[in-house]
T-cell receptor, first 114, second 111 residues
Framework: DAKTTQPPSMDCAEGRAANLPCNHS???????VYWYRQIHSQGPQYIIH???NNETNEMASLIITEDRKSSTLILPHATLRDTAVYYC???????????????FGKGTKLSVKP | SAVISQKPSRDICQRGTSLTIQCQVD?????MFWYRQQPGQSLTLIAT?????????ESGFVIDKFPISRPNLTFSTLTVSNMSPEDSSIYLC????????FGPGTRLTVT
């Protein structure tokens, strides 16, 4: 799986958009970009994933650059409950079988402040 | 999405003893994983446990220390054997369906 690089920490004001960057310059053509988050003392929670196109769901938006070397997770209106560690992972995903399991880096600790 | 439960949710154990952690899934899944999260650290994959085959361990993890059972498509156990304080971690069960989902974890403290 390709290595990803994320800033160790970020702050965001409550109600504002949180933009979390991720670099994955060695990502291969069949690897997806996955985002998970881990709220304190809980298991990681799936947020969103994408291959080439931008994706949006009820939780977040994922913007992937055209060259696929970086991406940004956007939480449009951050709340205090969004305070968590956010992990960006490049993985073969569901199509990778046992080779597509998730390898976690250190992630970005997002602190949403009132 | 799969709903995963783990037992126990937490435990405090003495060094030299063993603890078996149970993972129950609300649907049948082929692929199941066990992760460890040491204090203040990210998650590390221990092994992949597919039903009907021996578990596959990652580098640094061995079957004698972390034996795994996978008797059916909804259940698995991980045993942490001959524990030492360095085994104090959160142990997480994970399954893959359309996406990969995680259980709530078992917080283990070894004294």
């Amino acid at each position: 799986d390709a290595k990803t690089t994320q800033p160790p920490s970020m702050d965001c004001a409550e109600g504002r958009a949180a933009n979390l960057p991720c670099n994955h310059s060695t990502i291969s053509g069949n690897e997806y970009v996955y985002w998970y988050r881990q709220i304190h003392s809980q298991g990681p929670q799936y947020i969103i994933h994408g291959l080439k196109n931008n994706e949006t769901n009820e939780m977040a938006s994922l913007i992937i650059t055209e060259d696929r070397k970086s991406s940004t997770l956007i939480l449009p209106h951050a709340t205090l409950r969004d305070t968590a560690v956010y992990y960006c992972i490049a993985s073969l995903g569901a199509y990778g079988g046992s080779q597509g399991n998730l390898i976690f880096g250190k992630g970005t600790k997002l602190s949403v402040k009132p | 999405s799969a709903v995963i439960s783990q037992k126990p949710s937490r435990d405090i154990c003495q060094r030299g003893t063993s603890l078996t952690i149970q993972c129950q899934v609300d649907s049948q899944v082929t692929m199941m994983f066990w992760y460890r999260q040491q204090p203040g650290q990210s998650l590390t994959l221990i092994a992949t446990a597919n039903q009907g085959s021996e578990a596959t361990y990652e580098s640094g993890f061995v079957i004698d220390k972390f034996p795994i059972s996978r008797p059916n498509l909804t259940f698995s156990t991980l045993t942490v054997s001959n524990m030492s304080p360095e085994d104090s971690s959160i142990y997480l069960c994970s399954v893959k369906q359309d996406e990969q989902y995680f259980g709530p974890g078992t917080r283990l403290t070894v004294t």
